[in-house]
């Protein structure tokens, strides 16, 4: 017995900081959406109690550091299961590129052991068990278009925002998450509009999400980092509707609605760029039953 699953990368159309939490937790606002660039995974059911991780990819850990087999052990552990099983990851997106591929792993593991095991857990209860394994969890179990706010795990679900093209643009360089959050100055950074942002969503609005698009780490990112601000400024001259950082980095992205600028946005930067990547935004769950 198997049950394949899609893992999609996450893009963040904004990403607010309001303020930290007295239990030194940022509380964030962003709304998400997912691109179809996906790794992946393959959930293969053993008689042994064990979980085993199995992948190709050297930047991807194949023990209990992997989103995945943390996931598999939260569920193993909260439901009482004694079966095994084995998490084949095909990798696809960029590792540690700010497209929570890690996350998209781990919550798609979720969603198939859920299958798997026959076990009837609710999409909410998914979401909450996400939430203990990592902030971006939670929206990967929906696998569609939401505003995530607190650390990230309460998510309202939105519809798909207008499909377009995204250009992903990943420079060879390493950003930490903990770092630029630890950098990050809230009195002086300028704050998305996020509820500009939902509007435009709701709305279908291409145009209004574009002028919407705003990310407050790409302030403490893009003054690190030149190459981040070199890849912005390359795909703003290549015609892009839209530029924005994703994540804490370094990963940036252009939407586009014409295919023939995404074509020429993907000519401008490859070889300056160690990944570039043409897909279309998805921003809904594809079912494969
Ligand atoms: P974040 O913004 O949450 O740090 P990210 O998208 O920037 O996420 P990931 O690709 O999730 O980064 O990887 C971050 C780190 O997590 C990697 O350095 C890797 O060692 C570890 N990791 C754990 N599980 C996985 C996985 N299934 N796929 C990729 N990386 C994983």
């Not at 193993?76 to 929570?100: C, H, M, N, R």
């Not at 979720?110 to 939670?138: P, Q």
């Not at 998450?177 to 950098?183: A, D, E, L, M």
């Not at 291409?206 to 912005?232: A, H, S, W």
Request: aromatic share 6%; hydrophobic share 40%.
């Amino acid at each position: 017995m198997y049950v394949l699953e899609k893992a999609p990368a996450k893009i963040n159309l904004s990403l607010d900081v309001l303020y930290k939490r007295p239990d030194h937790y940022h509380e964030i606002e962003m709304v998400m959406t997912t691109v179809d660039l996906a790794d992946r995974i393959e959930l293969i059911a053993i008689d042994q109690n064990t979980i085993k991780i199995e992948s190709e990819n050297r930047f991807v850990p194949n023990d209990d550091r992997n989103l995945a087999y943390r996931a598999a052990k939260l569920i193993k552990d909260t439901y009482g299961i004694k079966q095994g099983v084995i998490i084949k990851i095909e990798k696809v997106i960029p590792v540690a590129a700010g497209l929570a591929g890690g996350s998209s792993d781990a919550a798609a593991t979720l969603r198939g052991l859920n299958k798997l095991w026959s076990l009837g857990i609710s999409i909410e209860e998914l979401a909450t068990l996400g939430a203990k394994i990592g902030s971006d969890v939670s929206f990967c179990v929906y696998n569609s278009t939401a505003v995530a706010r607190g650390r990230g795990e309460n998510i309202t679900e939105l519809p798909a925002p207008p499909s377009c093209w995204v250009v992903l643009a990943k420079p060879r360089i390493g950003v930490s998450t903990q770092s630029v959050y630890q950098h990050l100055k809230l009195d002086k950074v300028k704050h998305p509009d996020t509820e500009g942002m939902i509007a435009a969503v709701k709305a279908g609005d291409f145009d209004e999400m574009c002028k919407n698009i705003g990310n407050v780490l790409e302030d403490v990112t893009l003054p690190k980092y030149p190459e981040v601000r070199q890849i912005k400024k390359l795909m703003e001259l290549s015609g892009a509707d839209a530029v924005l950082m994703s994540g804490s980095g370094p990963t940036v992205f252009s939407l586009v609605k014409q295919e023939s600028r995404a074509c020429r946005i993907y000519n401008s930067l490859r070889g300056f760029c160690e990944e570039v990547y043409v897909v279309r935004m998805l921003g809904y769950h594809q079912t494969l039953e």
